[in-house]
């Protein structure tokens, strides 16, 4: 048997996934919602299997118009997808070939590397400056004949920052023969979007999911936001039922009910998030705010031993690789679980080893 040496050559991606217990840990370390979806999502997945679904095939019926009205185009220009990972997987599949190249700042979402290695195509990764700044300059400097796809995330994970939308555009005007690849996974949490300059721009891809603001990462479902012909392209490579019905049951009903999830937002991002900002100013801990419903923590005496003692006391962070090892991740959460941070990251700094 012989496996082709791009796959041969790679690793698996595992995220560190081994004991997060919600019922033993607080999980800040995977940018989650805090809170699972409302009831009315249950109601609309227990009518689903009591109806007795489970043996037909997936038919995504009228939801691509639901989420069309959501998004603001057309249902022709959505592909569902299993995950954004997958709208990931389909986009780049679609785009590059061995010798040819995405570009992207460093460091960001790690599955667009271990796609591009699946493919074996070269992965051109150009560092964020110290106050992760979208690095506009040295992205299009990296760009090349082979440049196939350039990556915007937008804001990005882990820095939280965002390439302003000038950026974002200039590239799409400066490279109209790649693939301007915008990725939208926290846009509920800033109102951000580039989705403005799909009519102008054809080479714009836009990646959006229900893993975050609408809380189903379980489920497992994202979309991509393309012009039609792009779309049509992309659908011969996702299957006809990558997306199973439980994700767009769900989302359906998430869709149709959106006062929780906007609500949910809105505490995070009003009350949370500068609840923590001014504790981490008032302690003189050192912290990236970025712009979504996470951000990178900078402790004293380094993030190994904040997170390990975090552990200690039942609350998950996320450690960052290199160049971020000094920086822990955290996401937001209810303000009475914040205040349990709060409370033992204060006695961490207190401690006396
Ligand atoms: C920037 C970014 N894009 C995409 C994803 C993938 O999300 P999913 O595959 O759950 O839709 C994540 C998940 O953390 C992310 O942070």
Redesign the pocket.
Known sequence: MRIRSAIANMGIYKPPLEGRNPKEYLLMD??ESPEPPPPSVGRALQDYLVEGNLHVYPHYGSFCEELGQYVGVSAAQLLLTN????G?DVILRSMLDPGTNLVIAIP??T?FKQTVDTIGADFIGVPYPADFAFPYEKVRQAVNLNTRVIVV?NP??PTGTSAPLEQVEALLKEFPDCAVLV?E??YEFTGQTCLHLLNQYPNLVV?R????AFAI?AL???YVVAKEEFINELLKIRGPYDVNMAAIVAARALLQDPQPWKELVRHLMKEVKPTLENFFQENEIKFYPGEANFMLVEPKGGAGLAVNYLKDQGILVRPMRPPLEKCFRINMRSIGETEKFMSVFKSYQQRKD
């Open positions: 995977f940018n995950g954004s990972d997958q990931i960001g979402f599955m995330i990005n994970n990725d996974a926290y990646l999911t229900f893993s975050k990462p497992r479902l994202g």
